[in-house]
């Protein structure tokens, strides 16, 4: 798990490092981009959800490797909404509402920072609480931007 969450967090210092521009040569690959990114974060949390909620024992090494992970592609889908990036499962209101969206960014990086430091508390308590929180940020904006 710790190979992983590694590679993940060199895969996003490389991303981030590039202009958004050199990266999408077409809107397919910006949507293709902030999908996958979307899905990996998804497993992650999935991970989480499973442990806060009982359906597996709670393992607080785990516990903080997949925080880990979900904050750091929290920070990635972003740089593959811009101008000319339109589809995929984002609704429109994604280009119209910008304000809102990136309202709704925020929110989920400061969350994920919280999922990441309750982890690290090493209580499944602990990490109950905050997974909530953090999974109805995601659910909030999935409600407002993305199709069903």
């Not at 750091?72 to 593959?80: G, R, T, V, Y």
């Amino acid at each position: 798990m710790n190979r992983l969450a590694s590679l993940v967090l060199a895969t996003a210092c490389a991303a981030l490092s590039v202009p958004t521009s050199a990266q999408f040569a077409k809107t397919d690959d910006a949507v293709m981009y902030r999908e996958s990114a979307m899905f990996i974060m998804n497993q992650h949390l999935g991970r989480l959800g499973a442990m806060a909620n009982g359906r597996v024992p709670y393992d607080a090494t785990a516990a903080v490797a997949n925080a880990e992970v979900v904050a750091a592609m929290a920070k990635l889908p972003w740089q593959a909404f811009g101008t000319g990036t339109e589809g995929g499962k984002a609704k429109p209101e994604v280009w119209k509402e910008q304000a809102k969206f990136k309202e709704n960014q925020d929110k989920l990086q400061a969350e994920t920072v919280k999922l990441v430091a309750a982890a690290k508390a090493g209580t499944v308590e602990a990490l109950k609480a905050q997974f909530g929180t953090t999974a109805g940020v995601c659910k909030a904006c999935h409600d407002a931007f993305r199709k069903d």
